[in-house]
């Protein structure tokens, strides 16, 4: 599916403007611009109301996509996310009342049910984070089906589902960061009383909007000083690279990858990738971007100061309209209230609690725990409710006097849940197992390798040779150092994968995402090796190669051809096209040694010290 530019579409006036497939249209609907020439269609255009099935038939026989503008359609019926992808689309409507969390009761039952769909989500994410590390596929029908149970959930459990959003360790921030996400993205839009297809299109959202970032190099991610411009560029790939690979599957919505890859775009259209604004960005994008900033404020991670829940809420509310949906910024401060099931507080008599949930009578009122230390650590006690008020004045029983950050003075949510469980009347260590990383994770692999330990994008290094170059395969093929390589390839991931590996071991990279532009280097920069697409924009990969073969400087050019079509061969590459040899996707950082030690055995690629005089 390509991504079609703003300002193709912007001659349909504002209003409720989507992208579907044609299987997906009603009659009355208005189709304002189609993936082709109207020329080419039985209509002059360049609107056309659907009145009929033969029309319906015609266009799902011959286009991919259309767009629609419900804003001028009879029938204003808006196509589920499965086949829909947000080009511009109003917020829909905003209850007066948020209040659904505060509602919500912590107690034993909730809990429990709770936590067995959190110890889910986290062994899920895990999965989906370690899959698309290596593969750059996901399992959809997993994704769905924990979205479907979180949305149940969510109905019995948003108050413990909350509380569990509150187990923060640093070592596996990425991990928690999707999971916290997901919840929160769930929740928020249940409180919102948008209808399950849309609470279900969220949690999907918050499972897949990060995980891009596993695709970058671990370095990057983890690097504890302030990011170059050029390592600021790099991170910011992570939108890109998700969608593109997530919109090879044909399972994932299109409403889900549309709102990755706008995630980070901000209504000001200071954002990226594309500089969206206002209702440009899809509404689950808007949405996304607000949770995605809380959490990442709440937690403790390499980059950005830890923050109070009042702190991220008052950050938050400085950048409504600018980087954040100022209306949503609004409800989201309703939803989560001034403290939420977890958040750990100072009274004002000194001693430290963590709160519990909020209940209604005569006004909002805190039920807190206070916390005691005790030889064995941190222990909860009594149940005490406080009086709707915040901090300050004379009143009868203690009050809220401050609100901490998650994990203050070393207070861990996963050792209070597990006691929470024993208060409650359940057994803890036995309810709450799965939820302890360290139960699904082992120990000397916690931030040292699984999902939290981010590689190159499409070609990942060995856990034993990781960020060591002498034992990398490359390295060992004794290939000659600035060795120079073209890249064609108009998948941003793809460039970005083979650019880092080569450039890691002292090759020179040149990266191009057309046809046309490769020539021009191939003209200029006399490259020593390159790697050409089959599908590209434009000219082919046949095309380009067989123009690069009349060049002088191309007749000898070693070149590896890659396609992503599985019916492809090698043999077909190399007897009929001319190449020297073939890469398959996806691949790994195998495969590409392998290829080069195919080259090198061949003579096709200079050894070491034999391109000093070639250069």
């Not at 607000?290 to 109070?308: C, E, F």
């Not at 043999?571 to 290829?595: M, S």
């Amino acid at each position: 599916m390509q991504t079609i530019s703003w300002d193709k579409v912007q001659h349909a006036l504002s209003g409720s403007i989507f992208r579907v497939a044609p299987s997906e249209l009603k009659l009355g609907h208005t189709i304002v611009r189609l993936d082709r020439d109207w020329a080419e269609t039985p209509w002059a255009g360049p609107t056309l109301v659907l009145e009929d099935l033969a029309q319906k038939a015609f266009l799902k026989e011959h286009c991919e996509w259309v767009v629609i503008d419900l804003d001028l359609a009879t029938n204003r019926y808006r196509p589920p996310a499965w086949r829909l992808e947000p080009l511009n689309e109003a917020l829909p409507p905003i209850p007066s009342r948020v209040d659904a969390l505060q509602r919500s009761s912590l107690d034993a039952k909730a809990l429990k049910k709770g936590a067995a769909v959190y110890a889910d989500l986290h062994a899920r994410a895990r999965e989906f984070a370690m899959g698309f590390q290596q593969t750059g596929e996901v399992d959809a029908a997993a994704a769905r089906d924990i979205a479907r149970r979180l949305c149940e959930a969510i109905n019995e459990s948003l108050a413990a589902l909350l509380w569990l959003s509150r187990i923060k360790d640093p070592r596996l921030y990425i991990t928690q960061h999707i999971i916290n996400t997901t919840i929160l993205a769930g929740g928020f839009v249940h409180a919102l009383q948008w209808d399950a297809e849309r609470v279900e299109t969220a949690a999907m959202v918050g499972l897949f909007h990060d995980i891009g970032k596993v695709r970058l190099q671990r370095d990057l991610l983890f690097k504890a000083q302030a990011l170059s411009e050029h390592e600021r560029e790099e991170a910011r790939t992570h939108p890109q690279i998700a969608s593109e690979l997530l919109r090879r599957n044909p399972e994932i919505a299109w409403e889900v990858i549309a709102a990755v890859q706008a995630s980070h775009e901000r209504p000001d259209g200071t954002g990226y990738p594309r500089g969206l604004r206002g209702d440009a960005i899809p509404v689950m994008a808007r949405l996304i971007a607000i949770v995605d900033a809380y959490d990442a404020m709440t937690s403790r991670r390499a980059h950005g100061r830890l923050l109070s829940h009042q702190q991220a809420m008052g950050v938050l509310w400085k950048e409504r309209d600018r980087q954040f949906d100022g209306v949503l910024i609004e409800a989201f401060i309703k939803f989560l209230g001034w403290v939420t099931p977890g958040t750990l507080v100072k009274l004002d008599d000194q001693r430290l609690a963590v709160v519990m949930e909020m209940r209604h009578h005569q006004g909002n009122q805190p039920v807190v725990r206070p916390l005691a230390s005790s030889a064995t650590g941190v222990r909860i006690g009594g149940e005490l409710v406080l009086r709707p008020r915040f901090g300050g004045g004379q009143s009868e029983g203690p009050t809220i006097a401050d609100i901490l950050p998650d994990n203050h003075h070393e207070i861990t949510m996963r050792e209070l849940t597990k006691q929470l469980f024993g208060v409650l009347g359940e057994r803890g260590d036995a309810a709450i197992a799965g939820v302890d990383a360290r139960d699904l994770l082992p120990e000397e692999k916690l931030a040292e390798a699984g999902a939290d330990v981010p590689q190159s994008e499409a070609i990942q290094y060995s856990q034993e040779s990781a960020g060591a170059h002498s034992s990398s395969p490359t390295r060992q093929l004794a290939l000659a150092d600035g060795l120079r390589v073209l890249i064609i390839d108009d998948s941003l991931t793809v460039r970005r994968s083979l650019q880092h590996m080569l450039e890691a071991e002292r090759m020179e990279v040149i990266a191009v995402d057309s046809g046309e532009a490769g020539i021009r280097e191939v003209r200029h920069s006399s490259p020593d090796l390159l790697f050409l697409d089959i599908l590209l924009p434009g000219i082919s990969g046949f095309s380009t190669l067989r123009r690069i073969r009349q060049l002088t400087n191309g007749k000898d050019l070693p070149v590896v051809m890659i396609s992503g079509n599985p019916q492809a061969t090698e043999q077909f590459f190399l007897d009929r096209i001319g190449a020297d040899d073939f890469l398959p996707k996806p691949f790994d950082q195998a495969d590409v040694a392998a290829c080069l030690s195919r080259l090198l055995w061949r003579s096709r690629l200079p050894q070491a010290d034999a391109l000093k005089s070639s250069h």
